[in-house]
């Protein structure tokens, strides 16, 4: 019996020694507040306390970054650096790094508004571990390049996108096409919307409705069928018949006053899965005017297909990059696939 408590004392006090042990060996810092504008490079600071001492051979340890989220479910894996090795992953490829051998800080290039959030830098070395997390937001708007008879900046009150429904092109009348464009959180463009538009660059070769009834479509880049004997400017088919007369629609979308964003999900999701999880998140499907108004005018940018509110799978990108739209910034149309096909994630919209 003596024997039994003595036992039993000695594992409570090696327990609690272990505790203590393992203590000293966590560290963590305040969190760090960085401020970052769009388009720009910024580094999230990581420096361990005892860098001088134990940690001041990075290559010998385990670095990692998280995007972490409410749910640490929905937490994004960053970056990973084991020794020589590193990895990184989803919309940060080819677009982070670490500045040095000896130093855990993570350089973000090219921010974009879906960067804003918290970050956790975690570096284990035997033993011991560090942690420090930082709160990373984005401000400001991106500039853009014009074409060559672009003299000055133009406003940025909104964006004109052209829409087509899932039926196919030209498959709108007037009265159609003011509905498609009010289901995208939108309105039908005017003239002088299209106009600025042209002059930053829309170039499209399929004619719209716009609001005074006539048809148009903008070319910048004048070829073949496309303005080709006509040269660059806004293509005209007159005034067409509401009724009978059928187009695609030019929309114009104003800026977002809710949050568009990417709803990082564990696996991929039917249509109806997709409308689900945002409603469960608080929030609604994304509809097209948010996604352009999102890419256009906060710079937003995210390489993954997701859907949206009219059972159409876009994505926007405002960096081109390999794999990822690497001619030019745009919204990516992939289509509007099989309702019940698990292949994408999704876009959500929060008031």
Not at 227 to 238: A, D, Q, V
Not at 318 to 343: H, L
């Amino acid at each position: 019996m003596w024997r039994i408590e003595k036992m039993t004392s000695l594992l409570c006090i090696t327990m609690i020694s272990l505790t203590l042990a393992g203590s000293a060996y966590s560290q963590s810092t305040p969190t760090v507040n960085v401020l970052a504008d769009l388009g720009t490079e910024i580094t999230l600071p990581c420096h361990p306390p005892s860098i001088d001492s134990v940690y001041s051979d990075i290559i010998g340890m385990r670095v990692e970054w998280t995007k972490v989220a409410e749910d640490e479910a929905r937490n994004e894996a960053v970056l990973l650096s084991m020794g020589f090795h590193k990895k990184t992953y989803g919309s940060f490829v080819d677009r982070v790094y670490m500045k040095s051998d000896d130093d855990a800080s993570l350089t973000i290039t090219d921010v974009s508004a879906d960067d804003s959030g918290t970050y956790r830098c975690e570096i284990i070395y035997g033993v011991e571990d560090f942690t420090q997390e930082i709160i990373l937001k984005v401000q400001g708007s991106l500039a853009k390049d014009f074409p060559s008879f672009i003299s000055s900046p133009l406003p940025r009150s909104g964006v004109v996108f052209p829409y087509s429904p899932s039926v196919g092109r030209y498959n709108l009348n007037y009265v159609e096409a003011t509905k498609a464009c009010l289901h995208q959180n939108a309105s039908v463009a005017n003239l002088d919307q299209l106009r600025q538009a042209w002059k930053g660059g829309l170039d499209w070769c399929n004619a719209g409705w716009l609001s005074d009834g006539t048809v148009h479509y903008p070319v910048v880049r004048a070829r073949g069928p496309c303005g080709g004997n006509k040269g660059p400017g806004l293509i005209s088919y007159g005034t067409r018949n509401k009724q009978n007369s059928r187009y695609d629609v030019f929309c114009f979308a104003t800026a977002l006053k809710g949050q568009f964003y990417w709803l990082v999900q564990p696996d991929r999701l039917t249509f109806s899965e997709a409308v689900q999880a945002c409603l469960d998140d608080g929030a609604e499907i994304a509809k097209v005017g948010h996604i352009y108004s999102a890419w256009k005018l906060q710079g937003y940018d995210r390489c993954d297909a997701g859907w949206l509110a009219d059972g159409s799978v876009r994505y926007p990108i405002s960096r081109p990059r390999k794999n990822c739209s690497p001619t030019e910034a745009a919204v990516r149309f992939v289509g509007f696939p099989d309702k019940m096909q698990k292949s994408y994630g999704v876009y959500c919209y929060k008031k």
